[in-house]
Nanobody
């Protein structure tokens, strides 16, 4: 079955950086969008960054634009999220996700079909 495994979370001071990685196995998703979403305690899950199947088109939620960069390697079935200038409000569990419908680039969590278990990111002030 399809499995997504995230790594790279941790504790960092405000202004610092982290890089999250996600490896996808059990399926071929070379024509599918991949994304990173996050969920903070008491808040809804939100997609913070998405990348289309070519890797050339990306989309970001407003609060992370200019600070986060999403990338993918279709040969390795991986998607990464480089997070710079981190803020305490970025604290959340971060999940990688894959859209089961090809050739789309959704920014709604409900559009993604496959999810990882999540990795905790904590930013201290």
């Amino acid at each position: 079955q399809v499995q997504l495994v995230e790594s790279g979370g941790g504790l960092v001071q405000a202004g610092g950086s982290l890089r999250l990685s996600c490896t996808v196995s059990g399926g071929a998703f070379g024509i599918n969008a991949m994304a990173w979403a996050r969920q903070a305690p008491g808040k809804a899950r939100e997609v913070v960054a998405a990348i289309d199947w070519t890797g050339r088109t990306t989309d970001y939620t407003e609060s992370v634009k200019g600070r986060f960069t999403i990338s993918r390697d279709n040969g390795k079935n991986t998607v990464d999220l480089q997070m710079n200038s981190l803020r305490p409000e970025d604290t959340a569990i971060y999940f990688c996700a894959v859209d089961g419908t090809p050739f789309k680039l959704p920014m709604l969590p409900s559009k993604y079909d496959y999810w990882g278990q999540g990795t905790q990111v904590t930013v201290s002030s």
